[in-house]
């Protein structure tokens, strides 16, 4: 499956598709940066950065002499800082992995899609045949009703009638792991986005998502939960997660645990947001009005604990939702946070939240080159995310929309 999935998209790609080719220079220099490296909360101006076989290769005043052979990018006193993190989204083909790098991510974790194309995405990329973002996959949900995932994986098809004993749940884990994810999702309470589940409704037990974790750990692999109900997450930071998604309903005795056992806080409130709107039938337009204001408490209680944030969006990136992590950033600092903690949970947080801190989510030298420019201060207003203008990706240009003006005859 994965040679036919990776023919598929590699085809897709060179025919023209949606990944057009992105600038495949070995060594860039970027030139006149306002740098923001997401780890110090200050700005460094005139700043160039040289990149080398994808890495951050050195730090340098603009006025300094660029070595021979590098490309020269001039930010013009924009703003650079590292890449964004989305470690909450269910997208799952080529066109979907261009919208999420247009909009300035350029790493996400995959929160379960239906047949491991996060894990062919995520080839891809690291083949080169796709410009990013670097992808950390969930694979498939391990959830009660396994549904279009049932034919994902021939060894699934006996769990048809649902994923409920402990041999059922060490399958799924199995099942994913030999396919090689590098996270394993799981369920702590019902949906929020469906009519006919109230997300409150625990739907495993302490001891079912302990199992969960503990074949997890068999495999050196870690677990994210969705959980809105207090009951559940509580549940399930017990068992062991890593990470809460969604975290409605969350207590403040929960969130207490949360911060003394380490559990990372993923609130995706982006998504909540968008069930106010008019596209959803009454039923959930009603719900996300009673969801929103308990996960904003939530979000500052935990704010006011020091429990860690990291940043989720919860979509597909289709062509209809303009859910963003930019968004989620500025919710973030409408309650609560700082600009710097708001982009620190975008960046150095999220790469933490992954095992990825030594490698990715700042601008320093030896870090991978995921970088985008911005035409204003983040520290000053986070909603110049909303208008990114360079895209770099394990150092290779995939996005550039500068400079504005014609250059001279």
């Given at each position: 499956?994965?040679?036919?999935?990776?023919?598929?998209?590699?085809?897709?790609?060179?025919?023209?598709?949606?990944?057009?080719?992105?600038?495949?220079?070995d060594?860039?220099?970027?030139?006149?940066?306002?740098?923001?490296?997401?780890?110090?909360n200050?700005?460094?101006?005139?700043?160039?950065?040289?990149?080398r076989d994808?890495?951050?290769?050195r730090?340098?005043?603009?006025?300094?002499?660029?070595?021979?052979g590098?490309?020269?990018?001039?930010?013009?006193?924009?703003?650079?800082?590292?890449?964004?993190f989305?470690?909450?989204t269910?997208?799952?083909?080529?066109?979907?992995?261009?919208?999420?790098?247009?909009?300035?991510?350029?790493?996400?974790?995959?929160?379960?899609?239906?047949?491991?194309q996060?894990v062919?995405?995520?080839?891809?990329?690291?083949?080169?045949?796709?410009?990013?973002?670097d992808?950390?996959?969930a694979?498939?949900?391990?959830?009660p009703?396994l549904?279009?995932?049932?034919?994902?994986?021939p060894?699934?098809?006996?769990?048809?009638?649902?994923?409920?004993?402990?041999?059922?749940?060490?399958?799924?884990?199995?099942?994913?792991?030999?396919?090689?994810?590098d996270?394993?999702?799981?369920?702590?309470?019902?949906?929020?986005?469906?009519?006919?589940?109230d997300?409150?409704?625990q739907?495993?037990?302490?001891?079912?998502?302990?199992?969960?974790?503990?074949e997890?750990?068999k495999?050196?692999?870690?677990?994210?939960?969705?959980?809105?109900?207090?009951?559940?997450?509580r549940?399930?930071?017990?068992?062991?997660?890593?990470?809460?998604?969604?975290?409605t309903?969350?207590?403040?005795?929960t969130?207490?645990?949360?911060?003394?056992?380490?559990?990372?806080?993923?609130?995706t409130?982006?998504?909540?947001?968008?069930?106010?709107?008019?596209?959803?039938?009454?039923?959930?337009?009603?719900r996300?009005?009673?969801?929103?204001?308990?996960?904003?408490?939530?979000?500052?209680?935990?704010?006011?604990?020091?429990?860690?944030?990291?940043t989720?969006?919860d979509?597909?990136?289709?062509?209809?939702?303009?859910?963003?992590?930019?968004?989620?950033v500025?919710?973030?600092?409408?309650?609560?946070?700082?600009?710097?903690?708001?982009?620190?949970?975008?960046?150095?947080?999220s790469?933490?939240?992954?095992?990825?801190?030594?490698?990715?989510?700042?601008?320093?030298?030896g870090y991978?080159a995921?970088?985008?420019?911005?035409?204003?201060?983040?520290?000053?207003?986070?909603?110049?995310?909303?208008?990114?203008?360079?895209?770099?990706?394990?150092?290779?240009?995939?996005?550039?929309?500068?400079?504005f003006?014609?250059?001279?005859?």
């Open positions: 499956m994965r040679a036919s999935l990776f023919c598929l998209l590699l085809s897709f790609s060179v025919a023209g598709g949606v990944f057009s080719p992105s600038v495949r220079a060594d860039l220099a970027l030139t006149h940066c306002a740098l923001f490296n997401g780890y110090e200050s700005v460094r101006t005139d700043t160039t950065v040289l990149l994808g890495l951050i290769e730090i340098t005043d603009s006025d300094k002499a660029i070595p021979d590098y490309e020269t990018i001039d930010c013009d006193g924009n703003y650079l800082m590292p890449g964004l989305d470690v909450h269910h997208l799952d083909n080529p066109a979907a992995m261009r919208r999420a790098l247009d909009s300035g991510v350029t790493t996400i974790r995959s929160a379960s899609v239906p047949a491991f996060d062919g995405l995520r080839e891809m990329v690291r083949a080169g045949a796709l410009p990013g973002p992808v950390v996959a694979g498939v949900y391990v959830t009703d549904e279009d995932s049932i034919m994902a994986d060894r699934l098809a006996g769990l048809f009638h649902g994923v409920a004993s402990e041999d059922d749940l060490r399958l799924v884990v199995k099942v994913n792991a030999d396919r090689g994810v996270v394993i999702k799981t369920r702590g309470t019902e949906r929020a986005g469906r009519s006919d589940t997300p409150r409704e739907v495993y037990t302490r001891r079912q998502l302990e199992i969960v974790v503990d997890a750990a495999h050196g692999l870690e677990v994210m939960v969705h959980a809105h109900g207090d009951e559940g997450a549940a399930a930071v017990e068992a062991g997660a890593r990470s809460i998604e969604h975290g309903y969350l207590s403040e005795d969130l207490r645990l949360m911060k003394d056992k380490g559990t990372w806080f993923v609130p409130l982006i998504t909540m947001l968008e069930m106010n709107e008019e596209q959803y039938d009454h039923v959930l337009r009603l996300g009005s009673h969801m929103v204001p308990r996960l904003e408490q939530a979000i500052r209680t935990a704010q006011r604990l020091g429990v860690k944030f990291a989720g969006a979509n597909y990136y289709d062509e209809q939702s303009i859910n963003r992590v930019s968004l989620e500025m919710h973030l600092v409408r309650l609560g946070l700082s600009p710097f903690e708001a982009l620190q949970a975008a960046t150095v947080s790469a933490e939240l992954l095992g990825l801190a030594d490698r990715v989510g700042r601008i320093a030298p991978e995921d970088l985008i420019l911005l035409p204003g201060n983040p520290l000053e207003d986070v909603m110049a995310l909303q208008d990114v203008l360079l895209v770099i990706s394990n150092g290779k240009v995939a996005l550039k929309r500068i400079p003006g014609l250059e001279a005859d």
